[in-house]
T-cell receptor, first 114, second 116 residues
Framework: DGGITQSPKYLFRKEGQNVTLSCEQN?????MYWYRQDPGQGLRLIYYSQIVNDFQKGDIAEGYSVSREKKESFPLTVTSAQKNPTAFYLC?????????????FGSGTQLSVL | AQSVAQPEDQVNVAEGNPLTVKCTYSVSGNPYLFWYVQYPNRGLQFLLKYITGDNLVKGSYGFEAEFNKSQTSFHLKKPSALVSDSALYFCAVRDAESGGYQKVTFGTGTKLQVIP
């Protein structure tokens, strides 16, 4: 089945630690996205990528970093500079950037601080 | 700047009754409008979208939404609610002239509770 796989499902971060969230898609989509979901706040865009080796900051990129070395993969690193990282993180993809097509979402990673 | 408002944090409806989840939007140009559903600890799933044409849009699982340009609304509806419809529903909007999904704005979500 085609889809988006996020791992791990749950992740715990110690203070001062960087952690990386995995996102893999086999939909052959060009565009990929990372969103952060906090209760009562909807989804906020962290980073997006239109094509391999290219990515752009979203609305809340501070404290996060990404890479796009392969079309299928778009990992997100939550750095120690992100002071409030506890949230539900969602990876998404779309056929191409700038389309009116729907977003496909992974099942999410819940990140908590120890 | 574009925005989406979902005025109700929670909607309760009895099973078998019709349901409505409200959404209003603001964009400078023509809107592209979307509804997504999220089940607990899961990602969002696409329900339906309005791009152009018929104001009544039909989507997955028996849901439909009506685009009303004069009221800038895009309310989600279903004639007969099921307990399995209980979930978190998100409305989203993009300005048709904005260029790209980075410009999609999501509402804060409405929790739908269908009571048996």
């Amino acid at each position: 089945d085609g889809g988006i796989t996020q791992s791990p499902k749950y992740l715990f971060r110690k203070e001062g630690q960087n952690v990386t969230l995995s996102c893999e898609q086999n939909l052959n989509h060009d565009a990929m996205y990372w969103y952060r979901q906090d209760p009562g706040q909807g989804l906020r865009l962290i980073y997006y990528s239109q094509i391999v080796n290219d990515f752009q900051k979203g609305d809340i990129a501070e404290g996060y970093s990404v890479s796009r070395e392969k079309k299928e993969s778009f990992p997100l690193t939550v750095t120690s500079a992100q002071k409030n990282p506890t949230a539900f993180y969602l990876c998404a993809s779309s056929i191409f950037h700038g389309s009116n097509e729907k977003l496909f979402f992974g099942s999410g990673t819940q990140l908590s601080v120890l | 700047a574009q925005s989406v408002a979902q005025p109700e944090d929670q909607v309760n409806v009895a099973e078998g009754n019709p349901l409505t989840v409200k959404c209003t939007y603001s964009v400078s140009g023509n809107p592209y409008l979307f509804w997504y559903v999220q089940y607990p600890n899961r990602g969002l799933q696409f329900l339906l979208k309005y791009i152009t044409g018929d104001n009544l849009v039909k989507g997955s699982y028996g849901f439909e939404a009506e685009f009303n340009k004069s009221q800038t609304s895009f309310h989600l509806k279903k004639p007969s609610a099921l307990v399995s419809d209980s979930a978190l529903y998100f409305c989203a909007v993009r300005d048709a002239e904005s260029g790209g999904y980075q410009k999609v704005t999501f509402g804060t979500g409405t929790k739908l509770q269908v009571i048996p």
